[in-house]
């Protein structure tokens, strides 16, 4: 099954979650009226579920957009520019390097494997747009990870900045505490009602999270 989330006066916004690598990461496939579809992460090859869905569903695959570099969110992707080559790719401008360098994405460290990706991808900063999400800055756990919010449908991918009940690490390589406490702390601005789907953690809301947040002084 799949989640609805609908608007008055807007176009339906569906979402469904996969698990996707060694980390079970949550990758999120959304999609509207139009059928054009948006990959949150991919972060494994095992994709077979995804294809079979989007083929179902009549959905083409528009948009894979990256919340960060981290091997667990980008260990797929390879295999997917291979199924639908014709995907464009997104990722936060300080995080491009991660597709590249292995120091950076951490893949070695995830898997025992490197990797690299060869593909053509797009870079994003605050306020670009990616079809309906609009790209927010949320450094910290790596200093590109970047929010992806959908106003009209109450709708935040957060990759690894917000979970449900905790936040991201940041003792890794470009990442900084104060930086993803002050992210937290700009995605608890967000109206209280906004859902938020994180790569690791279940299902949340902003109100629910600013009010952890606050109780832990962290925010």
């Not at 990758?27 to 509207?32: A, D, F, I, V």
């Not at 790596?142 to 690894?160: H, N, Q, R, V, W």
């Not at 905790?166 to 967000?190: H, I, Q, V, W």
């Amino acid at each position: 099954m799949y989640e609805e989330l609908k608007e008055e006066n807007w176009k339906m916004m569906n979402i469904k979650t996969f698990y996707l690598g060694s980390m079970m990461t949550n990758c999120y496939l959304t999609w509207n009226d139009d059928k054009n579809a948006y990959l949150f992460d991919c972060g494994g090859e095992n994709i077979d579920k995804i294809m079979t869905f989007l083929k179902v569903n009549g959905l083409t695959l528009k948009y894979l957009v990256l919340t960060h570099g981290h091997g667990d969110h980008i260990a797929g992707i390879n295999r997917l520019i291979e199924e639908y080559p014709n995907v464009e790719v997104y990722i936060g401008k300080e995080d491009a390097a991660c597709l590249t360098e292995p120091e950076l994405n951490l893949m070695k460290y995830i898997t025992g494997v490197s990797f690299v990706f060869n593909g053509e991808f797009h870079t994003v900063k605050e306020g670009d747009m990616v079809g309906e999400f609009k790209v927010l800055d949320t450094p910290g756990h790596t200093i590109g990870s970047k929010s992806f919010y959908c106003p009209e449908a109450k709708m935040l991918i957060s990759g690894d900045t917000m979970f449900r009940r905790s936040y991201g690490r940041y003792d890794l390589p470009t990442s900084s505490g104060e930086m993803l406490f002050n992210s937290l702390a700009k995605l608890c601005r967000l109206p209280a009602d906004t859902k938020v789907y994180s790569g690791h953690s279940d299902e949340t809301a902003i109100g629910e999270e600013k009010e952890f947040l606050s109780m832990q002084g962290i925010i």
